[in-house]
């Protein structure tokens, strides 16, 4: 039997995004990025590459400046032009595909310091009006969070915040995941440790996965797919231009 055609769930083609301020200016140009379900895609480079801009498009957070071809699988709702939706200003339409498709998970977790670490976890599916059941003491069990479940953030370790902050991106069940440095503030034992574990959770539930790190030493040891890119400066410094695609 031929192996099924992997299912498209980015289409980018000449998406580019430029900010200009007091006199420097910064572009991400994506001349052509495909990503499909279930891959697990890693962004590497060193601050100030635009990687967190790049999730920020994908996650349909921030406006192209340029549109050539930007299309998002959204299940059985069918294939969005999201370019067309960025032009339309359709930005409840887009608030409502990241709420229903994706999780993300911040470099220090985004917890909410009033909310206790089960309702943090539940937070993403209380949004969504999903109904009560195991979910969240299931997700605890598996990033060894059960004795934590009824204690405020600031009670746990920056790596116990980093696992409720996967906890929360993966409750509702999103059909993707991304994550900008979610390992940045921990240290290196812990971050391999963490990562590994993240990882594990994405691929049983065949999510798609896009992670923004520093690291590539243990990103390459999961197995994830590196996009390339390339950061060029003018000579002045006053304009920078990271070119991705995969």
Request: net charge positive; with cysteine; hydrophobic share 40%.
């Amino acid at each position: 039997m031929p192996a099924s055609t992997p299912e498209i769930i980015y289409q980018l083609k000449d998406v580019a995004k430029t900010r200009s301020s007091n006199g420097y200016t910064f572009g991400l140009r994506v001349p052509s990025l495909r990503i499909c379900r279930g891959e697990k895609i890693a962004l590497i480079g060193e601050s100030g590459c635009g990687k967190s801009t790049l999730l920020d498009l994908l996650a349909f957070i921030l406006q192209p400046s340029d549109v050539g071809d930007f299309s998002f699988c959204a299940g059985a709702a069918g294939t969005v032009d999201i370019g067309a939706a960025w032009r339309k200003q359709k930005r409840n339409r887009l608030a409502a595909l990241r709420k229903a498709h994706m999780g993300y998970v911040m470099q220090t977790g985004g917890l909410l310091p009033y909310l206790n670490i089960y309702d943090n976890i539940n937070l993403s599916r209380r949004m969504l009006g999903m109904p009560a059941d195991d979910t969240v003491e299931n997700l605890a069990k598996e990033l060894g969070l059960v004795r934590h479940l009824y204690k405020l953030p600031d009670a746990l370790s920056t790596g116990e915040r980093q696992r409720v902050a996967i906890g929360r991106a993966l409750a509702h069940r999103p059909a993707i995941i991304i994550a900008d440095e979610p390992t940045a503030s921990v240290d290196p034992f812990a971050a391999e440790k963490i990562m590994s574990l993240f990882i594990g959770m994405v691929e049983e539930r065949n999510i798609t996965v896009i992670v923004a790190s520093h690291a590539w030493r243990h990103i390459k040891q999961l197995g994830l797919r590196r996009l390339a890119h390339h950061t060029r400066r003018s000579t002045d410094g006053r304009m920078t231009e990271t070119v991705v695609s995969g």
